[in-house]
């Protein structure tokens, strides 16, 4: 997934389109994210709740 995100993921990077595309439940697709946003990898980019977007930190 992060490498789809390296070459230029199209859109929005939400919790419901890494579970679609890593094909797991939205729930491993949340805890995934966060851990990486914990590492500082990604970072929370805009919106709240299910409109909470996330983009690669620089």
């Given amino acids: 997934m992060l ?32 851990q990486l946003v914990e590492l500082g990898v990604l970072r929370k980019a805009t919106g709240r709740g299910r409109s909470t977007a996330y983009e690669l930190a620089e």
């Fill in 3 to 34: 490498d789809r995100l390296l070459d230029g993921f199209e859109g929005k990077l939400t919790s419901s389109k890494w579970a679609a595309v890593a094909k797991c439940s939205p729930d491993t697709a949340l805890r995934d994210i966060t």
